[in-house]
C-alpha cells in the first residue's frame, strides 16, 4: 500500500539539541505538510511544499527549518529543541493542484517528541 | 483568515446513542469541508468530506452536510459504537485560486468516548 512513514516514532530529548524528524511517501504526491499537534488546539502547520523547490512557512514556522530532499521525502529540523516544542508532529501529503480539487491530506503516524 | 470553531469536548456518551458534534467555519468563497478522525496512537484519516454547498459527506454510519447559509458542517452518525472512541477534526481548505489554497485549516478536535 502507497504509504506515509515517520520516524522516529517517540524521541526524548534535550533543550538545545538539534533534531531531525524524517518524513517519506510512497503515494507520489507532488505536496507535504508538517503539523503539530497540542492538546486543545488541533493542527496547526509549521512548514509546507508544493514541490521539490517550492517550501512555504505555515502558522508557526518559528524555531523550526525543513529540507525536501526529493519529492517522497520532506524533512523537519529543530535547530535548538527548547520543552515548549514537545509535542505531537505529523507529516502529511496531497495531490497537486492539477490532480485533486479538494485537497484531501493523507496523514503519517505522527512522532511523540519530548523535549526536557 | 479561515478558521474552524468545533464544539467544546470531550463528549462521552453510551453505545447506541445519537451523536452530534458541531462544526462552524469562517472562510471566503465556497471552501471544501472535511472531518478527520484520529484513533488512540493512530495518525489522522479521512472520514467524510463536501466539496459545495448542500453536499452530505457520509461514511461508515457519519453524515455530515455542507451548509452555506449557515456556515456550517456539523458530524452526526444515529447509533454510535464503542470502537467510534477517538478525536474528530473539523477542517477547511480554501476555494481554489486564493492564498490559501492548498492548506487545510483544522478546528481544534474533540475528544469522544463511547461506553459499553
Known amino acids: 500500500d502507497a504509504d506515509v512513514t515517520q520516524t522516529p516514532r517517540n524521541r526524548i530529548t534535550k533543550t538545545g539539541k538539534r533534531i531531525m524528524l524524517e518524513c517519506s511517501q510512497t503515494k507520489g504526491h507532488d505536496r507535504m505538510y508538517w503539523y503539530r499537534q497540542d492538546p486543545g488546539l488541533g493542527l496547526r502547520l509549521i512548514y509546507y511544499?508544493?514541490?521539490?523547490?517550492?517550501?512555504n512557512k505555515g502558522e508557526i514556522s518559528d524555531g523550526y527549518s525543513v529540507s525536501r530532499q526529493a519529492q517522497a521525502k520532506f524533512s523537519l529540523s529543530l535547530e535548538s529543541a527548547i520543552p515548549n516544542q514537545t509535542a505531537l508532529y505529523f507529516c502529511?501529503?496531497?495531490?497537486?493542484?492539477?490532480?485533486?480539487?479538494?485537497?484531501?491530506?493523507?496523514f503519517g503516524p505522527g512522532t511523540r517528541l519530548t523535549v526536557l | 483568515g479561515n478558521s474552524v470553531t468545533q464544539m467544546e469536548g470531550p463528549v462521552t456518551l453510551s453505545e447506541e446513542a445519537f451523536l452530534t458534534i458541531n462544526c462552524t467555519y469562517t472562510?471566503?468563497?465556497?471552501?471544501?469541508l472535511f472531518w478527520y478522525v484520529q484513533y488512540p496512537g493512530e495518525g489522522l484519516q479521512l472520514l467524510l468530506k463536501?466539496?459545495?454547498?448542500?453536499d452530505k459527506g457520509s461514511n461508515k454510519g457519519f453524515e455530515a452536510t455542507y451548509r452555506k447559509e449557515t456556515t456550517s458542517f456539523h458530524l452526526e452518525k444515529g447509533s454510535v459504537q464503542v470502537s467510534d472512541s477517538a478525536v474528530y477534526f473539523c477542517?477547511?481548505?480554501?476555494?481554489?485560486?486564493?492564498?490559501?489554497?492548498?492548506?487545510?485549516?483544522f478546528g481544534q478536535g474533540t475528544i469522544l468516548t463511547v461506553h459499553p
Open positions: 463536501a466539496t459545495k454547498a448542500d
Open positions: 511544499s508544493f514541490d521539490v523547490k517550492d517550501i
Open positions: 472562510a471566503t468563497g465556497y471552501p471544501s
Open positions: 477542517a477547511l481548505s480554501a476555494q481554489a485560486g486564493g492564498t490559501s489554497y492548498g492548506k487545510l485549516t
Open positions: 502529511a501529503t496531497s495531490v497537486g493542484l492539477a490532480g485533486g480539487s479538494y485537497n484531501e491530506q493523507f
